[in-house]
């Protein structure tokens, strides 16, 4: 970090503070990691200072001897890691590789079906704020309302009703696995094609503690720094007859230029996750997450769903009389970083929903285990319980601080 600090002091500050803030508290973002200093090395490499529009061994730029490689490599890998018969690893983040998806096969007013955005799917499912519902007729299906689970049978009747192009399966915030050949079933009956956004679970897709989708969709999403635990950016992965359209559509369709710093980082989280460790890191996640279920509801938080599958829970607060909002702060006081999130049927409005989101990815990237999370959900009902007590918040961040310095998380 020593040329940031002679070039440029202000932003080193800054980033030093933020790294103190990543190592003093306990983050539970269901949507965020630890890269390893592997991954964080590639992203800052001289990689960044190269254009290379179009693709390996068919580029717009000269100089690209290097790049190919680097290219080829990271899709090799993810090949070898997903079972996919075509990778794209051009996609900036999630949206565009999900608007690239639209782009290949649509045309503007088309309708799309996904998971509802109150219940769990994300912004380029079809939300009418996005390009993807602003575009597209979108339709949304909905959790079912006794149970907070998928509801297959209502999906098939309203892809039946509404005959959707493309079927999105996929969420950010649904915390049990979904039946990927049920989807495919609805997908075939209707003639749509079938595309999961795995952009929360990709990580324990390759580390095998979740379904995998790949075999069975026709195209799946994912960012590669949720559970992944790669740097920023997104891949396409699709059956081979899709290959030509997806490529055209991220370039020259959606995006220029790849970021082949972050390519290169892609190749080296591949590498990382196909090893032992890795797949037991995912297992590790999936304990976790459970095991911080079963304190919470031991306590009386309401579950939806009752519980969790994967590496994320949600969970509503109506019941302890706090809105998410209120609650993810005083967490954040005290050191239990989450974001507060809408449940299925919410009341409240989307900036002040009634439940919080709590994931368990970068915690056990540090090292949690079973009675570290026994302690976590201690500190999450003792600051539910008492949300306004500001003395009490103040012990309970000194005291994860001091907890979180025997857990170095990777990178930093
Ligand atoms: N913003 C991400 C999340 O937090 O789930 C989804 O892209």
Sequence with gaps: ???IKSTDNEIYELIKLEEKRQFDKVRLIASENYVSSAVLQAT????????????AGKRYYE??????????????????????EHVNVQPYSGSPANIAVYLAFLKPGDTILGMAL????HLTHGAKVSISGKYFKAESYALSRETGLIDYQAIRQQAMDCRPKIIIAGHSAYPRFI???RFRAIADEVGALLMVDMAHFAGLVAGEAHPSPVPIADVVTTTTHKS???????MILCKEEYAAAIDKAVFPGVQGGPHNNTTAAMAVAFKEASTKEFRDYTHRVVENAKTLAGTLMKHGFDLITGGSDNHLLLVDLTNKGIGGKAAAKALDAAGLVMNYNAVPFDPRKPNDPSGIRIGAAAVTSRGFKNGDMLQVGEWINDVI???????????IAADIASFCKDFPPPGL
């Design 118 to 121: 109150p219940h769990g799917g």
């Design 63 to 84: 100089g690209q001897q290097i790049i190919d490689q680097v290219e080829r490599l990271a899709i090799a890998r993810a090949k070898e890691l997903f079972g996919a």
């Design 179 to 181: 039946d990927f050949e």
């Design 44 to 55: 800052g490499s001289v990689l960044t200072n190269k254009y290379s529009e179009g693709y």
């Design 385 to 395: 319980s008492e949300p306004e007590n500001e003395r009490l918040i103040d012990e």
């Design 228 to 234: 992944l635990r790669g740097p920023r950016g997104a």
């Design 1 to 3: 970090m020593e040329a």
